[in-house]
């Protein structure tokens, strides 16, 4: 029933611009609000790519902000530990994370109700039914959408002009070549083309090595996306499989001079636990090598203050891509045999 009904979405005008016409009216009413209600959602730290803008709504008093842990993945998520994880690390920066979960009530809250948004700035694309908090459930507020990654993969009309982006009141996007792909599939009339958020923080350039072990080491990432599921797929990128052995032992042979970072992908673990050759035996003794080594790290968490204190990084997913390039640092890209990315 709901995929019918998205698909009559797709091609139905007279529904987009009811869609129009309800921002404009939210618009109207918020001219004459003393108090503006703006919530972000947000699934985990490392997709956490609004906390400049977030700061300046935070030291703005007509604005009342808030963070809301919200889940969106199927992947055998425990909803309160991953919530419980991610609201200590928001905590080091200064945030406070909300759950959308009422442990004692056991209900999920009704975000409408708790926190009456006007303003709603998600962090992934949500339109699918298997999702909570999906666009379609804040027909009352501005939605608003930055994303999570500067995607540099050949799959323009998913980065950026599904269903979901087409009924965002608001889609801020970092080149104008997003817009040109962009209106391909759609009139484009909600985007705006603006500088990316989520690389404000390197612009900082913190020189400090709190991460790392070994101080005089040179220090490289390794980051393996999570995509095992399917070697030969368009967009499934990891070479976990294929380089998990090699890269352990690389940091073996030069632990008297270079420290290096597991920064795995926060589904990978899961997709392991559940991976036929591996487990949660397997998986866990794999990520201890890495917290536990003389001159390992690993991350889990969130990754600016990390790419600013390396020295180079290796990753085989095109979400880091263009963000390492900030820094004017090597990188190395991996890539699977008899595989394509530009098909």
């Known amino acids: ?117 006007d303003i709603i700035f998600f962090s992934r694309s949500l339109t699918k039914s298997k999702f909570r908090y999906k666009i379609f459930d804040f027909n009352k507020s501005l939605n608003v959408y930055v994303p999570y990654s500067l995607f540099t993969d050949n799959n323009d009309k998913l980065q950026c002009a599904t269903l979901f982006h087409k009924l965002l009141w608001k889609q801020f996007l970092p080149y104008k070549l997003n817009l040109d792909i962009a209106k ?76 290096f970072c597991f920064k795995p992908h926060p589904i990978l673990k899961k997709k392991l636990y559940n991976h036929k050759d591996w487990g949660v035996k397997k998986t866990n003794e794999y990520f201890d090598f890495w917290n536990k080594s003389e001159n390992t790290i690993l991350s889990e968490s969130g990754y600016q203050d990390l790419f600013i204190q390396s020295d180079a990084l290796i990753l085989d997913s095109i979400s880091f891509m263009a963000e390492y390039l900030y820094l004017k640092k090597p990188y190395c890209f991996l890539t699977k045999k008899k595989y394509s990315y530009s098909s």
């Open 1 to 117: 029933m709901i995929s019918k009904f998205l698909n009559l979405l797709k091609n139905n005008k007279f529904y987009f611009l009811i869609n129009e016409y309800r921002y404009r009216s939210i618009i109207q009413s918020l001219q004459n609000k003393n108090k503006v209600n703006i919530v972000f959602l947000i699934n985990h730290i490392s997709q956490w790519k609004y906390h400049s803008l977030f700061n300046i709504y935070k030291n703005n008093k007509r604005y009342s902000v808030k963070v809301i842990f919200v889940p969106v993945d199927n992947f055998g998520t425990n909803y309160l530990n991953d919530y419980r994880f991610n609201k200590s690390e928001f905590q080091k920066i200064g945030v406070n994370l909300i759950s959308s979960y009422n442990i004692s009530k056991k209900i999920w809250k009704n975000i409408n109700k708790t926190f009456l948004p």
């Open 184 to 259: 391909k599939f759609y009139d484009s009339k909600n985007i705006v083309i603006t500088d990316y958020p989520g690389c404000d923080v390197f612009k900082l350039k913190n020189s400090s090595n709190k991460y790392w072990k070994k101080k005089e080491n040179k220090k490289i990432i390794w980051a393996p996306h999570h995509t095992i599921e399917y070697p030969s797929q368009k967009n499934y990128f990891s070479t976990f499989l294929s380089f998990h052995k090699s890269i352990k032992e690389l940091s073996i042979k030069y632990k008297n001079s270079i420290d």
